[in-house]
């Protein structure tokens, strides 16, 4: 099955510096890449998400890259502010028969420092 | 519009307890997803249904975890003679995306925290 590995585990960065998080997958099959914000004891929370078809892909402060050859895709984070502290997650989707579930990274716990 | 709720937020039982933990999904949404997310780590893969249908099982743990979801709305997870081993956030979510090729965000419930003494 598909196995996600996601790098840092924890992240410190000063108020307005950029974060990076990189993760990669086993797969070659999967060809959606969602990546979540979940705030301590709150619920995952969807922030950007890519397909296969694209190699990047920036909503604002927030921006994915995905190299379908190397498989492996990164979060960018520029201009941080205190409120992006959180830990993010990354997933991929396996497409096989009609199932769509989500294989999660391990998580990275940003913390931005003001 | 609401989102996906989940209930009880909190759930503690005793070692050898069943339980039973209930997810809303968004209305009209067609596929939901039962994740389990033990602390620090990220969502684990537990059951899918599309409507009334399970059509994968494959991540649930043990023969003592059993999804259902008759009506193709609401959703049970219950979890019979409780282990320690299954302390965890227990996470629904949902989805409409119902075919095959078709990419739809999930969307998360806030979780059932599930301690088991």
């Known amino acids: 099955g598909e196995n996600v590995e996601q790098h840092p585990s924890t992240l410190s960065v000063q108020e307005g510096d950029s974060a990076v998080i990189k993760c990669t997958y086993s797969?070659?099959?999967?060809?959606?890449f969602p990546w979540y914000k979940q705030e301590l004891g709150k619920r995952p929370q969807l922030i950007i998400d890519?397909?296969?078809?694209?190699g990047e892909k920036k909503d604002q402060r927030i921006a994915v890259t995905l190299n379908k050859t190397a498989k492996h895709f990164s979060l960018h984070i520029t201009e941080t502010q205190p409120e992006d502290s959180a830990v993010y997650f990354c997933?991929?989707?396996?497409?096989?028969?009609?199932?769509?579930?989500?294989?999660f990274g391990s998580g990275t716990q940003l913390t931005v420092l003001p | 519009g609401a989102g996906v709720s989940q209930s009880p937020r909190y759930k503690v039982a005793k070692r050898g307890q069943d339980v039973a933990l209930r997810c809303d999904p968004i209305?009209?949404?067609?596929?939901l997803f039962w994740y389990q997310q033990a602390l620090g780590q990220g969502p684990e893969f537990l059951t899918y249904f599309q409507n009334e249908a399970q059509l994968d099982k494959s991540g649930l743990p043990s023969d003592r975890f059993f999804a259902e979801r008759p009506e193709g709305s609401v959703s049970t997870l219950k979890i019979q003679r409780t282990q320690q081993e299954d302390s965890a956030v227990y996470l629904c979510?949902?989805?409409?995306?119902?075919?095959?090729?078709?990419?739809?965000?999930?969307?998360f419930g806030p979780g059932t925290r599930l301690t088991v003494l």
């Open positions: 209305s009209g949404h067609v596929s």
């Open positions: 979510a949902s989805s409409l995306a119902q075919a095959f090729g078709r990419f739809n965000e999930q969307f």
């Open positions: 797969d070659s099959a999967s060809n959606y």
């Open positions: 890519i397909r296969s078809n694209v």
């Open positions: 997933a991929a989707s396996i497409s096989s028969g009609s199932a769509r579930q989500l294989t």
